[in-house]
T-cell receptor
């Protein structure tokens, strides 16, 4: 158990709909990352938040948005869903060093499997 | 952000040592080299991290030459359960995108 909790584990929805994926990071971790992994594909970095602020952005579609709340949990919102959005969505968290220095380990949740039909 | 290149796949047999080399020619001074393991339908799991020379833990060893332009993950005496995808990442405090490349798919055969 990595300590990162993602809900729901599975989600089936129709095209055009909107869904929200939730992530609770490990206790004390300030950084949250979101990834998309399509079938047999690599992990695509979507976005990172640190202590409530957006820190880095990857290949995140405009239909997708995320936020990190004061209690540090994060939500990924996916709207106007298309069949191609079907994938595993992972959240990871880490304690991020301030002002440079040692990289820290990221802990991944078990993912949310989204199926768009 | 340093780009990494690693083999797409490798086959091995139980009990053998598996070495996966990753190239990262434009690694920056403050970058660390980190390896993750991912089983199907699971989130990646941290294996090992290093800056230079050699790092060893209970799972693997990481060899980094002096120029740091490559690194080799060594898995001693693999078992069937080591069949997974292994990702090499180069990550520094200034590059906050924890970006995964294509990874190396390792298949351990009986």
């Amino acid at each position: 158990d990595s300590g990162v909790t993602q809900t729901p584990k599975h989600l089936i929805t129709a095209t055009g709909q909107r869904v929200t994926l939730r992530c609770s990071p490990r206790s004390g971790d300030l950084s949250v990352y979101w990834y998309q992994q399509s079938l047999d594909q690599g992990l695509q970095f979507l976005i990172q938040y640190y202590n409530g602020e957006e820190r880095a952005k990857g290949n995140i579609l405009e239909r997708f948005s995320a936020q990190q709340f004061p209690d540090l949990h994060s939500e990924l919102n996916l709207s106007s869903l298309e069949l191609g959005d079907s994938a595993l969505y992972f959240c990871a968290s880490s304690v991020e060093a301030q002002g440079g220095g040692v990289n820290t380990e990221a802990f991944f949740g078990q993912g949310t499997r989204l199926t768009v039909v | 952000l340093a780009k990494t290149t690693q083999p797409i796949s490798m086959d091995s047999y139980e009990g053998q040592e598996v070495n996966i080399t990753c190239s990262h020619n434009n690694i920056a001074t403050n970058d660390y080299i980190t390896w993750y393991q991912q089983f199907p339908s699971q989130g990646p799991r941290f294996i090992i991290q290093g800056y230079k020379t050699k790092v060893t833990n209970e799972v693997a060893s990481l060899f980094i030459p002096a120029d740091r332009k490559s690194s080799t993950l060594s898995l001693p005496r693999v078992s069937l359960s080591d069949t997974a995808v292994y990702y090499c990442l180069v990550f520094g405090a200034a590059g906050n995108k924890l970006t995964f490349g294509g990874g190396t798919r390792v298949l351990v055969k009986p």
